[in-house]
């Protein structure tokens, strides 16, 4: 993103660490699964036009085979893997002609990467995540949209216990890098955060 970008930030409540990077404007009470405060929070937009929405948002909690909680295991889908949808559908109107989407998932959501089992809600929410971009990525490519799923890293968050390779700030700049050069023909690739394809 180049210093001319201009970043809409919207969320349920805001961190200092997004008031210190300063966007154009921080919209809050922003919750994925909740239609209602999601069209409340875009009429903030008026008529501005956006060229990237990136939908980040997610959910980590831990359902194993033996503690398999059935609420937990809901909640999950409903950030990981339906939020994303409702998301696209109601940024869709604000969406510049050839924008670019891009919505963050995880390798633990690839079935071929998948050597360990554990994390059900996560995993299977984020792959079922992996096939709804899919589908989005081809409905919305004739109307030169393009949508990818991009894994951000192993990366020092709260997510993570702030455990991981990469900080924040390395995972964003990478994620621009790779959003600036991806265009329609990767529509609908799940990438790793070093732009290389990762297998469903
Ligand atoms: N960190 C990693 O190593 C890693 C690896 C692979 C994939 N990812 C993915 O990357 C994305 C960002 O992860 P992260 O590490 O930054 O996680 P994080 O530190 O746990 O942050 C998750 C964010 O999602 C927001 N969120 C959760 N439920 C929401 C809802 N219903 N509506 C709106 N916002 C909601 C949280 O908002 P509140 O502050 O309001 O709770 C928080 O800002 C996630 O999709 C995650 O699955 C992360």
Redesign the pocket.
Known sequence: MQARHQVFAF???A?QDLRSVRPKSIIEN????NQITMRVGLRSLDSAKLDWLIH?????RPVTFSRFNQSSLLEQFQ??AI?PVLTVQAFLPYLAQRSKIVI?????GSIKENVSGGSYGYRMS?SALNMAGKSMSEELRPRGKTLFLL?????K????GFR?NIN?AESARAMIKIISTKSLRDSGSFFNIDGTKLPW
């Open positions: 969320c349920r409540n961190s922003f919750d994925v699964t980040v948002s997610g959910l980590l950030v990981n939020g963050l998932t995880s390798k633990l984020k894994h951000p890293g192993f990366v968050t709260d997510m993570t991981g924040p």
